[in-house]
């Protein structure tokens, strides 16, 4: 029912193809009728809950379906692809974006952490991946109607929002996708924190050696570890991060060369050869293209 209630709200609240603003921070409502075909994204920290119609997410060449069934945890900056392949006027696409806060985060997983005992590092064995799908949950979806239900009232929002969201980001934390989270916001999140080193530095060289320094770890434990969080070698994961970050700035309406030199590349050849081996396509291909409506990947 609570499911039902939810989407009552966003077919109410959101009639015309894109992303509105609710009035509370980091949380988008959407909508699509259009088929887009998966195009270069970024990912940034963020929850993605589907009420009609599905999403998908290509990371490192494995795809990511979630809708009304699972949503999409992403606790990291993550270089996917990403679209609304099955979208249309009959089966919009409606959902709800939120914004994964890092402080908020951060906190909630160390209490939690802090909650059963002294607060231990991590135990060994695989990592979980900076991109995770979670069942809707009871304690979710409550959590995600409770949130929705403020919107109403522009009261409600300035007295209840940030509240509700912490309930939303402690049933997320809880869930299927909370190790992931706690693994990025808690706790042993040298991975993570290595993410936020280099999105903040796309445009300088940064080596694995840069990488391990900043997380305390040797190159070899680094490598095998970060490749554990993110399916990608380290250097396979910044190209990606350049690459698609540059796709996308192209598309919005920038040069080939200024997004070539805004992520760091020097050559301007090296940038075209290496974005056509990626995806197949020359980097004109994206300024020719609609633009690619982030909000939506």
Same mark, same amino acid.
């Given at each position: 029912m609570s499911k039902q209630q939810i989407k009552h709200i966003l077919e109410n609240r959101i009639s015309e193809d894109g992303a509105v603003e609710t009035g509370i921070k980091g949380v988008q409502l959407f909508r699509v009728t259009e088929e887009i075909r998966c195009a270069p994204a970024v990912y940034e920290p963020c929850v993605v809950a589907v009420v009609s119609g599905s999403k998908e997410a290509i990371l490192d060449g494995e795809r990511y379906r979630y809708d009304s069934s699972r949503y999409m945890c992403c606790p990291m900056s993550m270089p996917v692809e990403a679209g609304t392949p099955d979208a249309s006027p009959e089966t919009p696409l409606l959902g709800v974006l939120i914004s994964l806060n890092t402080r908020a985060m951060t906190e909630l997983a160390i209490e939690m952490e802090n909650a059963t005992g002294a607060i231990r590092m991590p135990k060994g064995g695989p990592i979980p991946q900076g991109l995770a799908l979670s069942h809707w949950d009871p304690a979710f979806t409550d959590a995600l109607l409770r949130l929705l239900q403020v919107l109403d009232s522009s009261t409600d929002r300035a007295v209840l929002g940030e509240g509700r969201l912490r309930e939303l980001y402690y049933a997320v934390l809880k869930g299927e996708a909370g190790e992931a989270a706690r693994r990025a916001f808690g706790v042993g999140n040298e991975? #993570?924190? =290595?993410?936020?080193?280099?999105? %903040?530095?796309?445009?300088?060289?940064? =080596?694995? %050696? %840069? !990488?391990?320094?900043?997380?305390?770890?040797?190159?070899?434990?680094?490598?095998?570890?970060?490749?554990?969080?993110?399916?990608?070698?380290?250097?396979?994961?910044?190209?990606? !991060?350049?690459?698609?970050? #540059?796709?996308?700035?192209?598309?919005?309406?920038? =040069?080939?060369?200024?997004a070539a030199m805004d992520v760091g590349y020097v050559s301007t050849s090296q940038f075209s050869r290496e974005i056509k081996r990626m995806y197949g396509q020359s980097p004109r291909h994206w300024s020719q293209s609609l633009e690619i409506p982030h909000e939506l990947n």
């Open positions: 991975i #993570a924190r =290595t993410i936020e080193f280099l999105s %903040d530095r796309l445009n300088e060289p940064v =080596t694995i %050696d %840069d !990488m391990a320094e900043q997380v305390g770890m040797s190159r070899a434990v680094f490598h095998r570890k970060f490749k554990q969080a993110t399916t990608m070698s380290p250097i396979q994961f910044v190209k990606s !991060m350049r690459l698609n970050n #540059a796709a996308m700035r192209i598309a919005g309406g920038m =040069t080939v060369n200024e």
